[in-house]
């Protein structure tokens, strides 16, 4: 149990090589405080592993608890058709502790991406469809809370969470090495 | 203490739901049913394992299965958590005698005195199909519970019409 079933596509969102010899994959949900801290922390292992390293971010909302974190995964979505979901990505979690709809909208015009076109987004649930294949590939992979990360399609099992994923990194790179 | 294992006749119980509502596993005789034992509600996280499989809901129902958790708080508590997280399945109180039902299912801590991370799916005839313990730190998920779920056959409904979900939570 606890492996990555939903293999690594084009329809993913991807930063880094596709020759990396780690890929790293985060399911995660916007409005979830641990989702929020882990973001530095997975940034500094972008930094540190570089070309070793490709990151790969699904999405998995937990809608009964957060209720922004659909719309917020389906806005980021709107952004990837256009080619900025990773800084609608990022703009999301900056702006986690005052998430709303109205919020989202405005983050899409800091983008230069058109409100009036991530409404109808929104209201037709136009991406919800790509959430929910996330969603679904994450709970026949495993994913167990947000975030849950899998490194070379393992799942990161440590009650220190994001705080030893480097250190796993490190391991695997060592091992399959 | 190890867990029942499959092919076992799954032991009957009878625990509160609500302070004042009591549940059987008689009462799931022809369907299909996850019981979920689990240390404790309140753990501070937000995919905690109850969490997650409240969100999980509609695919075990798509494979035909109903799920219970079970753990050793009163039913008091597990009303307030299942408001707080918006649960929409029934939570059982092992609590009297304490842990009596997780004991029966191989699935008690004595150290601690909860029950353990075991999940059991029982088929329609009430016996055992599958079973797992996981180490208490680490919430299994679900991808295991529908790996058993899709192994097993098609239930054929007995009269063609809809089965009825009693709402429990």
Known sequence: ???????????????????????????????????????????????????????????????????????????????????????????????????????????????????????????????????????????????????TFFINGVRHDSPLGVMDLAAAIDQTILTDA | MSILTVGTKAPDFTLNVTPDQKLSLSEFAGRRLILAFYPADWSPVCGDQMSLYNHILPEFRRHQAELVGVSVDGAWCHQAFARDRNL???????????????????????TEGVAERALFVIDENGTIVWSYLSPIAVNPGADGILDALEALPDLEKKDGSSQVTRDVA
């Open chain 1, 1 to 147: 149990m606890g492996r990555l079933k939903s293999p690594v596509t084009s329809r993913d969102h991807i930063q880094g090589s596709d020759n990396a010899i780690v890929t790293l994959v985060e399911y995660g949900d916007y409005q979830c405080p641990y989702c929020g801290a882990a973001q530095p922390i997975v940034k500094q292992i972008q930094a540190r592993f570089a070309g070793k390293l490709r990151l790969v971010f699904r999405h998995f909302p937990l809608v009964e608890v957060h209720p922004l974190a659909q719309p917020s995964a389906e806005t980021a979505e709107f952004a990837g058709s256009q080619g900025r979901f990773w800084p609608m990505h990022d703009a999301i979690y900056a702006n986690q502790h005052q998430l709303s709809i109205t919020r989202l909208v405005t983050l899409a015009a800091n983008l230069h991406l058109s409100p009036i076109a991530l409404r109808d987004a929104l209201a037709l649930g136009t991406y919800a469809g790509k959430v929910q294949a996330d969603f679904i590939g994450g709970v026949r992979s495993g994913v167990n809370g947000t975030p």
């Open chain 2, 88 to 110: 929409h399945f029934a939570l059982l109180a092992d609590f009297e005698p304490k842990g009596a039902v997780s004991k029966s299912y191989g699935a008690y801590r004595n």
